[in-house]
């Protein structure tokens, strides 16, 4: 079986400009979560979707980031415009209910 | 006072040894608690759930203390492979997920 597909694994990019996260979660999950880690700040929850739908987005740092779930196999975490304190590995992880999740690679986010 | 406090690391201990790690807990309405294990730059990965009758998988040991606001994990008969970045995990209000700072693991020969 797939697990939690994200893409890219890695970014570098330019003060300023739009980064794009993508997640394919787990088929049939029903819940969606998107987290950022950092050494200074730990693994910190960004958003969760429950059937698609935003559910809690109170960890979304600032209005630069903004989250999507079209369907309930895509979902996207977009930083517009990015800084160098974005600097993280983004997780995205799905889960079949309020237990366990199942966490992607990563992608790790570069910011210059 | 962080929501998920975790005991400060590192642990360094030899093969065969006991250890125990510790992690407190701020929302008494936290319903759900995880440990969760994270190796160096990969992803976490579900150890194991805690319940408040205590539950064990093999060498794993996860205890609740719903009223002191805490939970443990004991691991014996340490191996090296166990070596890793131990995350606690409280969950709130269904979905909300709190993870610790996590406590790294050393195990030696």
């Known amino acids: 079986d797939a697990g939690v597909i994200q893409s890219p694994r890695h970014e570098v990019t330019e003060m300023g400009q739009e980064v794009t996260l993508r997640c394919k979660p787990i088929s049939g999950h029903n819940s969606l979560f998107w987290y950022r880690q950092t050494m200074m700040r730990g693994l910190e929850l960004l958003i969760y979707f429950n059937n698609n739908v935003p559910i809690d987005d109170s960890g979304m740092p600032e209005d630069r980031f903004s989250a999507k779930m079209p369907n309930a196999s895509f979902s996207t975490l977009k930083i517009q415009p990015s800084e160098p304190r974005d600097s993280a590995v983004y997780f995205c992880a799905s889960s079949p209910g309020a237990d366990e999740q199942y966490f992607g690679p990563g992608t790790r986010l570069t910011v210059t | 006072r962080k929501e998920v406090e975790q005991d400060p690391g590192p642990f360094n201990v030899p093969e065969g040894a006991t250890v125990a790690f510790n992690c407190t807990y701020s929302n008494s309405a936290s319903q759900s608690f995880f440990w969760y294990r994270q190796d160096c730059r990969k992803e976490p990965k579900l150890l194991m759930s805690v319940y408040s009758s205590g539950n064990e998988d093999g060498r794993f040991t996860a205890q609740l203390n719903r009223a002191s606001q805490y939970i443990s994990l004991l691991i014996r008969d340490s191996k090296l492979s166990d070596s890793a970045t131990y995350l606690c995990?409280?969950?709130?209000?269904?979905?909300?997920?709190?993870f610790g700072a996590g406590t790294r693991l050393f195990v030696k020969a």
């Open positions: 995990v409280v969950l709130t209000g269904g979905f909300k997920t709190i």
